[in-house]
């Protein structure tokens, strides 16, 4: 099934800024106003970045700073896609929409259940995980004390619990359960969780990860390796490859991870370059320092 792809996105143009930022600046009547508080004003015309075109699998990299995840919320926000954590929009961030230009292929609509995927989404969720956990943890407390109670209780009178209404048979039930279960067993029965993931941080963030991306979406993820161990950003980068490959998922990623920067076919952005351009992977500086770090450890890892 040939799907609609995100082709090309392109934003305003230096002309652009500065004709706007002159009429802003002389309707502001506040002496406060600031023509280099206006984000995401002003960053990308330095980089002469004016357009970029996609693949299936298309990498912004930079460092810290170099403009890669407001690059990808300025798409995100133009695209209107779904995203779970709230977005602290400038009063600028609209008026940069407006200039914003972008092609899609096929239909011209996006793929459905399209969506961005933020640190903050995972963060969210790790947080509601926690938050269900505890509640569980809870729950299981007060199922050890009612059979705790119903066990001595029983010990104690060594009398059959009596039904004397028709209101009574809940209780009858759980107090036979409660006979003949260990309590373990008797609460495992009880708390309605079949499954309860003590998974770490990285784990759960992985999780995520596989369930949110949505086979045939256009999916943007900013910085994905966050929480995730070496080799659980290896794994996620095989499963990204696997799903642009197979499941006709479109990936806009940035990071500056190795892992994600290998992603075969990947067309990788250097945000750090003036202009930004294309390079491969191992020309980037971020992964020429890993190199040359192990390469400098090399007898370290023979001996």
Not at 25 to 30: A, I
Not at 258 to 264: E, G, K, N, S, V
Request: negative net charge; proline residues 4%; glycine residues 4%.
């Amino acid at each position: 099934m040939n799907r609609s792809r995100l082709r090309s996105f392109t934003l305003p143009t230096r002309l652009d800024e500065d004709e706007f930022l002159f009429r802003k600046d002389r309707k502001q009547d506040m002496a406060c106003y600031d023509t280099t508080n206006v984000y995401p004003f002003n960053i990308f015309p330095a980089k002469e970045l004016s357009e970029l075109e996609f693949g299936p699998v298309t990498v912004l990299y930079g460092g810290n700073g170099s403009g890669k995840s407001t690059l990808l919320n300025v798409i995100a926000e133009k695209l209107g896609l779904a995203r779970r954590a709230l977005f602290n929009r400038t009063p600028s961030f609209a008026d940069y929409l407006r200039f914003c230009r972008y092609e899609i292929s096929g239909s011209g609509k996006l793929p459905p259940d399209s969506r961005i995927i933020t640190s903050d989404d995972v963060f969210d969720s790790l947080l509601d995980h926690r938050a269900f956990n505890e509640g569980v943890e809870n729950r299981r407390e007060e199922l050890f004390e009612e059979w705790s109670e119903m066990m001595t209780r029983h010990a104690r009178t060594g009398e059959s619990f009596r039904l004397s209404s028709l209101e009574d048979l809940d209780e009858l039930s759980r107090h036979n359960r409660a006979r003949s279960k260990t309590r373990s067993a008797y609460t495992q029965d009880n708390l309605r969780v079949h499954e309860i993931r003590g998974a770490s941080n990285g784990e759960s963030a992985f999780r995520y990860f596989v369930e949110h991306i949505a086979d045939g979406s256009l999916t943007l993820l900013d910085e994905p390796e966050n929480s995730l161990s070496a080799a659980l950003q290896e794994q996620l980068a095989g499963h990204l490859a696997d799903s642009a490959r197979f499941y006709d998922v479109q990936l806009v990623i940035a990071t500056h991870s190795p892992f994600m920067l290998a992603i075969p076919g990947a067309r990788v952005y250097d945000l750090d370059s003036v202009p930004v351009c294309e390079r491969p992977w191992t020309d980037l500086p971020n992964v020429r320092v890993w190199h040359d770090f192990f390469k400098a450890h090399e007898r370290e890892f023979d001996s």
